[in-house]
């Protein structure tokens, strides 16, 4: 199974404020965890990919994986109204020589109040 | 840097029509990938390509057929359009080597079929 479940949303909080976005999983085989983030008719972009578990920071982002909870989270800090978009969640397996793409959240709508 | 490219950007198309996206990458990567996103699916895989002349199937590829002569082409053909294939769909590559990393999107083509 690879389920991966994400709030739809819309997430509403005032320009400056900490957003936290979130998705669990049930695959105990995922191993790589990645932030894309999706303007309105535009393709996703990759915002932050991580390995396993533990903490990857970039700038206002930092990544969060917990494998042993089968949880991962976005923080956003001091939050422009350029972040308002739909942020997707994805991983995969190692899968030795081959590979099935990525499996995705079905996105969080964020919006950013000025 | 052109990236990923996808053509067309819009197409309307009817029942029984045989349709060709086309999909042009100029980073040289091997693995690519094919996706459709609909309301309340997310993002879904249709097939993906590990190197030229190497294709495999996804989750939905099922009125769906893929080539890939050379490394920098994938294009996605509808060979018989059905109105349940009118949706979003984005060609994606892949860095890593194993196609298990992250991935970089196209800017998506859609289509209608009526």
């Known amino acids: 199974q690879k389920e991966v479940e994400q709030d739809p949303g819309p997430l509403s909080v005032p320009e400056g404020a900490i957003v936290s976005l979130n998705c669990t999983y049930s695959n105990s085989a995922f191993q790589y965890f990645m932030w894309y983030r999706q303007y309105s008719r535009k393709g996703p972009e990759l915002l932050m990919y991580?390995?396993?578990?533990g903490n990857k920071e970039d700038g206002r982002f930092t990544a969060q994986v917990d494998k042993s909870s089968k949880y991962i989270s976005l923080f956003i800090r001091d939050s422009q109204p350029s972040d308002s978009a739909t942020y997707l969640c994805a991983m995969s397996e190692w899968s030795g020589g081959g590979a099935d793409g990525l499996t995705f959240g079905k996105g969080t709508h964020l919006i950013i109040q000025p | 840097d052109a990236g990923i490219t996808q053509s067309p950007r819009y197409k309307i198309t009817e029942t029984g029509r045989q349709v060709t996206l086309m999909c042009h990458q100029t980073w040289s990567h091997s693995y690519m990938f094919w996706y459709r996103q609909d309301l309340g699916h997310g993002l879904r895989l249709i097939y993906y390509?590990?190197?030229?002349?190497?294709?495999d199937k996804g989750e939905v590829p099922d009125g769906y057929v893929v080539s890939r002569s050379k490394t920098e082409n994938f294009p996605l053909t509808l060979e018989s359009a059905t109105r349940s294939q009118t949706s979003v769909y984005f060609c994606?590559?892949?860095?890593?080597?194993?196609?298990?990393?992250?991935?970089?999107f196209g800017p998506g083509t859609r289509l209608t079929v009526t």
């Open positions: 390509s590990a190197a030229a002349d190497i294709t």
């Open positions: 991580t390995y396993s578990s």
């Open positions: 994606a590559s892949s860095v890593k080597t194993s196609g298990s990393g992250e991935q970089y």
